[in-house]
Structure formats: C-alpha cells, structure tokens
C-alpha cells in the first residue's frame, strides 16, 4: 500500500483520548501509523480538504473497523463534496457506535445528493430528540436549507424560528443561526429584517465563521475595490502617460531638429554664393585694369 509523507513531528499523539481508546484494539505499530494519518486528515480537512481525503483512505484501507477511522473518512469526503461516499462512511460509523452525533450531517449528505425530501424526512426522525442541543441547532439549519432547496422558501424562515434563535446568548452555532436566517429573510424578500439579523450574526461570529459583513456591505451598497489591482491600474495609467510624454516629446525633439536642418539647408546656398561674386568682382577689376 502506498503511504503519504508524515512530518517527523507528528506522532499520533496529537489525537483526543476517546479516538487513541478505539485505536488501542490495534497492534501498536499500525496503532501509530492509523493515528498519524488521521492527525494529517485533521490538519488538512480546512486548508487542503483533496489531501485530507488521500489521508484518510490510506487510515480506511489500515483500519476499516474502527469507528473513528470511518467517521475521518467520511469528513473528508463531505469536504470534498463526495456525498455519497461521505453518507457511506458516515453509517458505517453510526452502526459500529449506535450514535445519532452525526444524523445532521447525514441528512445535509442527502441534500448534496439532491434528495432534499429525504433530509426533511430525518428532520422529523425520533432520532433527532436524542441530539444534545448543537445537534438539533444543526438539524434545523439542515431541514431550513431543505425546504429553500424545494423551493419552500416561507417554509424555511418559519423552521429556522425557534428559541435558540431568540436566545440573547451567544453560543458556537449562534452565528450560524442568525446567519441562515437573515439568508432566508432575503430570499422572501424581507430586506430590512434581514440586515438586522446579518448584524447579528456578525455580533456573534467571534470566530469568522461567515460573512456576515460581506453581507451587510452589499446590502448597503458599498463596493470593495481590491487594492492590488488598483495599484496595478494606476501603474497602467502612469506607464501610458510616461509613454505619451515620451512621444510628445519625441514629436518636438523631431520638429525641432527638422526645423534646424532646413535653416541649415536655407543659409548654405547664400554662403555658396559668395565665392562665385567675389571671383565676378576680381574679373571685373582685372579687366578695368587691362582696358586702362
């Protein structure tokens, strides 16, 4: 089986407790190489998700039966927008587990899949009231996303209303919340509520999970011009004058000099002239003095 380079500085270790538990049925050694790989899918998934996939098929094929190795294969390949393959794994692991932790992103697998009707179906499962509270906030921002799917847009700002929503408290998924809301309000056509609530989730995204200001902007109608092309346009610009310049000046450099040649061309015949009188002059007197 070909392997992907690992940095010596990655040992496994890096993994949480409860995963490191699953991987201790293994023998030690493939233990370590499972571990290492799965470290490199969770460094990977955000900034390189098409690397993060490679990783976690090579921890797949090493360790196809334990249930933390599914779950990273199926985050990859939701990553990489390999839905079925993500739904796949992602059942695999609920069966080994007997967990509902991942039913929210199953159900957003079917959306991926173009079966929006289905993700609806599992938003209305008994599953989803064994989920802790971050879970049946994700399921709902599921089934929203669902409905504007079907087209059902009234439908999905009604199911994003709820509690969580009009809680002043600002927990990790608040801004995602507002966020999908505000999404919905524009999408029936409610532009004055929406900005309100785009404010808001700007409020509560600490940590840059959207953009809500980008957002915001557009709704008040202010443009973004990027700084680097601009200065590459006024470099343009200066560079076209400069050349103009140049030609101008060129233009009148080459007058000039034609101006000067032609003064030049104008004097030499009279001084060419000169010679011939003064050899008529000295014909004259010779002959005056010859006649005398």
């Known amino acids: 089986m070909k392997r992907l380079p690992i940095p010596d500085d990655v040992t496994g270790d890096e993994i949480d407790a409860d995963v ?26 955000d ?20 249930a933390a190795v599914r779950e ?18 992602f059942r695999a692991a609920r069966r080994m587990t007997g967990s509902v932790e991942l039913w929210p992103v199953m159900a957003d697998c079917e959306r991926g899949m173009g079966r929006p009707e289905r993700a609806l179906a599992m938003a209305g499962e008994p599953e989803v009231n064994k989920l802790d509270k971050a879970g049946q906030v994700e399921m709902r921002l ?13 439908a999905a700002v009604v199911t994003l209303q709820s509690p969580e929503l009009a809680s002043n408290s600002v927990q990790p998924w608040t801004a995602r ?20 609530w785009f404010a808001k989730a700007l409020e509560a995204d600490q940590g840059g999970q959207t953009d809500a200001s980008d957002r915001l902007a557009e709704l008040d109608g202010v443009e973004f011009t ?24 060129s233009e009148e450099s080459g007058a000039a000099e034609a101006a000067e040649k032609s003064e030049e061309a104008a ?20 002959a005056a003095d010859d006649n005398s």
């Open 226 to 249: 990027d700084a680097m092309v601009e200065s590459e346009d006024s470099e343009d610009e200066v560079t076209e004058v400069t050349s103009g310049e140049e030609s101008v000046e």
């Open 267 to 286: 004097e030499k015949p009279a001084e060419a002239e000169k010679p011939v009188q003064a050899e008529k002059s000295a014909d004259a007197d010779k």
């Open 20 to 45: 490191r538990q699953e991987l201790m049925s293994l023998p030690k050694g493939l233990a370590e190489e499972v571990a290492r790989n799965l470290v490199m899918v969770a460094n990977l998934l």
């Open 142 to 154: 599921v089934a929203a996303g669902a409905r504007k799917d079907m087209g059902q847009t009234d």
């Open 47 to 66: 900034e390189d998700p098409e690397q993060a996939y490679a990783y976690s098929r090579i921890a797949l094929r090493l360790a196809s039966r334990v």
């Open 72 to 89: 990273a294969a199926g985050f990859a390949s939701y990553a990489t927008a390999k839905y079925s393959e993500a739904l796949a794994e």
């Open 177 to 196: 919340l507002r966020y999908a809301y505000a999404d919905a309000l524009l999408d029936v056509g409610r532009e004055a509520e929406a900005r309100e």
